[in-house]
């Protein structure tokens, strides 16, 4: 190994040659999925970071102040923090509880500013979310998490100005599993008692927004088997299951729920409560794809309004990178969703 560094020093500025590194000397599974996984958090930092720079990434540019690291459990983890976008036009303004994504496994709420930025400036009062990452926290401390932010949330909204009668959820990747979840734990009543807290509150979102979800954690092979995904990206969906819900084994009928709320959805259990609309957004080229489909087609059985947005050629978070057609016209439309669902 030390052999393989001298010839070519991993460095994350350089994820080009960490992959060529990898395939060209055949490094052991466990090495090359590190490397792999250095890249992409990497990749996603440095844009996060570059991107706050940006002449038009300063909040009050856009009628926005932003309060940091408020703490949503009383606990002094970092991972238990989130930050508040809030417009400075007269209030109140309708609610958006925004979960990040990374695969469960990497990224927070700092990463993720620009979602905040993007539904403040259309009039939302966010509150965006970081919260405990495997493999170090494995299932359930994401989702347990997510839902003590959402009991927070339901508390102290309108002490910022916030109107609860119109509450929206938001997140990608990770986080739109998260969200979905929420989503579940508002609508059915669950054993888990940190869903049972947020069935409690009573508070269930007008609008659901889960873009490019991974929607089931368990059986990731499920990609490669419709078709012929390459390595690296393979190695990044097992990272997630992996790492995120490492033993299922043994466990009774609807223990993980909370990861794959898209197997609990295509049961097709009634709700207690309505579930909200869902807006659906996903590039033809993401590898999640298919679980896009499966959930709208879920949402359907289920007599659910749902809106599925496939968008050619793009990636995986494509609406990111802000500066892109596709994620302009993606953005466009959730604008357009939540003004059908959530009173202006």
């Known amino acids: 190994m030390q052999r393989l560094h001298e010839a070519w020093p991993l460095d994350a500025r350089d994820p080009g040659g960490i992959i060529r590194l990898m395939r060209e000397h055949s490094l052991p599974d466990r090495l090359r999925s590190r490397a792999g996984a250095l890249v992409v958090d990497n990749f996603f930092r440095a844009i996060a970071t570059a991107g706050r720079y940006h002449p038009r990434a300063r909040p009050e540019r856009h009628q926005v102040e932003v309060v940091r690291n408020v703490p949503y459990l009383d606990d002094g983890a970092p991972e238990h923090l989130l930050d508040i976008y809030r417009p400075t036009t007269p209030g109140p303004w309708p609610v958006m509880l925004y979960v990040h994504g990374g695969g469960f496994r990497i990224l927070s709420k700092d990463t993720h500013w620009v979602m905040g930025l993007g539904y403040a400036r259309r009039g939302y009062l966010v509150f965006n979310i970081s919260y405990r990452l495997a493999p170090r926290h494995p299932f359930p401390a994401a989702v347990a998490d997510a839902c003590a932010a959402y009991t927070w949330v339901a508390r102290h909204a309108a002490a910022y100005g916030g109107d609860l009668s119109r509450f929206a959820l938001g997140g990608e990747s990770a986080g739109a599993n998260l969200i979905t979840s929420l989503t579940i734990a508002a609508c059915y009543p669950r054993p888990e008692p940190f869903a049972r807290a947020v069935f409690d509150t009573g508070l269930v979102p007008q609008a659901v927004l889960p873009a490019c979800g991974i929607f089931q954690v368990s059986d990731v092979a499920r990609f490669s088997r419709r078709r012929k995904l390459p390595r690296f990206i393979g190695d990044r969906l097992a990272e997630v299951s992996d790492s995120y819900l490492p033993e299922t084994a043994g466990l009774p009928p609807g223990a993980i729920d909370l990861a794959d709320p898209l197997v609990a959805l295509e049961r097709g259990d009634p709700p207690v409560r309505p579930l909200p609309p869902f807006f659906l957004p996903v590039g033809t080229r993401d590898p999640l794809l298919d ?46 969703f939540l003004d059908r669902h959530i009173a202006r």
């Open 291 to 336: 679980d896009t489909r499966r959930m709208k087609a879920a949402l359907d059985r289920l007599g659910v309004v749902s809106e599925a947005h496939y968008y050619p050629g793009e990636l995986h978070a494509f609406h990111a990178l802000v500066f892109r057609p596709n994620a302009r016209k993606c953005w466009a439309s959730a604008y357009a």
